[in-house]
Each structure stands twice: as structure tokens, then as C-alpha cells.
């Protein structure tokens, strides 16, 4: 826990040139482009987003009491089909906050995207970018393609927006 607590000590930029030279490297090594790709990008987010979801998961699952383990499994529950049946759905609204957590910070990342995609396959941050010329700002436009962009975020919140709210409620309640 320790060594993922360390990684979210560095500012992302300190990653940039290193992943770059990794991209270059597996592509020369195995033939596989990762850069200018979503399979790229998709690498460097879960890379990213991993270490901290995993700090919050922890939490979550830790405090989910030991005894609801044991009981599915003298129910006759297999470790597994306990983990499946009785704590993933227990740990639902943590796993659905830290979900959320993870999409908002790879929707809303510029820096990676900008310089790990080409013209094809550039994210949506990215695009809005292009509104800022050196010769001018298009504001107007900015804000439009801001508000469309808003409205994938909106759906995803409140489609789970139940799941947060048993989090934050279950969370309160000492049983």
C-alpha cells in the first residue's frame, strides 16, 4: 500500500517522457503501436487511475465486516461465490463511486492525450482545445461543445447517482 501511496506523491507531467519512450519502445520491440491509439490511451489512463482506485477500494472493502464472509461460506457459499454474491454487492456503492471517480479524471485528462494521439483518435478535451487559435478564441463555440460534452457526465451521474447515495447512507449506520 505503501508503494501505491508513493506513486500518487508525483505530478503526472513526470510520467510523460517516460511513457512516450515506452510507447516508442513496445512499438519497436513488439510491433505494437500504442501511440495515436485509443488502446494507447487506455493503457495510460487505467495506469493512472488504477493505484488510486485501489487505495479507495481497500477502504471499502476493509470496512465490510469479516462476519458476512464467514457466514455466506457456512451457508455454503465457495470463497469465490461468496466474493460474488455477498461482498461485491455489499461494496456497490464503493465500487460505483470509485467508477465515477475514475471516468471524470480520464474524460477531463489533456496532457497524455495531446501528446499520446494523432488527429484520429484525439479525446474530447482535446478537441475543444482547437477552439484557442493563436489568433483568436471562439468562445461561443468553446462553451457549446463545453455543454455537450457535460452531457455524458450528467447521464452517468444519474444513472448511478442511487449507488452514491446508498454509499454515503450505509456508510452513516452502524449495524
Same mark, same amino acid.
Given at each position: 500500500?505503501?508503494?501505491?501511496?508513493?506513486?500518487?506523491?508525483?505530478?503526472?507531467?513526470?510520467f510523460?517522457i517516460?511513457?512516450?519512450?515506452?510507447?516508442v519502445?513496445?512499438?519497436?520491440w513488439t510491433?505494437?503501436?500504442?501511440?495515436?491509439?485509443?488502446?494507447?490511451?487506455?493503457?495510460?489512463?487505467?495506469?493512472?487511475?488504477?493505484?488510486?482506485?485501489?487505495?479507495?477500494?481497500?477502504?471499502?472493502?476493509?470496512?465490510?465486516?469479516?462476519?458476512?464472509?464467514?457466514? *455466506?461460506? &457456512?451457508?455454503?457459499?465457495? %470463497? /469465490?461465490?461468496? =466474493? +460474488?454474491?455477498?461482498?461485491?454487492?455489499?461494496?456497490?456503492? !464503493?465500487?460505483a463511486?470509485?467508477?465515477?471517480?475514475?471516468?471524470?479524471?480520464?474524460?477531463?485528462?489533456?496532457?497524455?492525450?495531446?501528446?499520446?494521439?494523432g488527429?484520429?483518435?484525439?479525446?474530447v478535451?482535446?478537441?475543444?482545445?482547437e477552439?484557442?487559435?493563436?489568433?483568436?478564441?471562439?468562445?461561443?463555440?468553446?462553451?457549446? *461543445?463545453? &455543454?455537450?460534452?457535460?452531457? %455524458? /457526465?450528467?447521464? =452517468? +451521474?444519474?444513472?448511478i447517482?442511487?449507488?452514491?447515495?446508498? !454509499?454515503?447512507?450505509?456508510?452513516?449506520?452502524?449495524?
Amino acid at each position: 500500500m505503501l508503494s501505491l501511496l508513493v506513486t500518487q506523491m508525483f505530478p503526472g507531467i513526470l510520467f510523460l517522457i517516460p511513457y512516450f519512450i515506452l510507447f516508442v519502445y513496445v512499438n519497436k520491440w513488439t510491433g505494437i503501436q500504442l501511440k495515436n491509439t485509443y488502446g494507447g490511451l487506455i493503457l495510460t489512463y487505467a495506469s493512472f487511475a488504477l493505484p488510486f482506485s485501489v487505495l479507495m477500494l481497500r477502504s471499502f472493502f476493509a470496512a465490510i465486516p469479516r462476519e458476512i464472509d464467514e457466514q *455466506a461460506q &457456512i451457508d455454503g457459499c465457495t %470463497p /469465490v461465490g461468496a =466474493l +460474488f454474491r455477498v461482498i461485491i454487492p455489499v461494496a456497490r456503492p !464503493g465500487i460505483a463511486a470509485v467508477g465515477i471517480y475514475a471516468f471524470i479524471m480520464s474524460w477531463n485528462e489533456i496532457l497524455f492525450a495531446s501528446l499520446l494521439t494523432g488527429r484520429e483518435t484525439k479525446t474530447v478535451a482535446v478537441g475543444i482545445l482547437e477552439y484557442i487559435t493563436n489568433q483568436e478564441a471562439r468562445w461561443a463555440g468553446m462553451m457549446a *461543445a463545453c &455543454i455537450i460534452v457535460t452531457i %455524458p /457526465v450528467l447521464v =452517468l +451521474f444519474t444513472l448511478i447517482q442511487r449507488h452514491i447515495v446508498e !454509499g454515503l447512507v450505509s456508510g452513516s449506520v452502524k449495524g
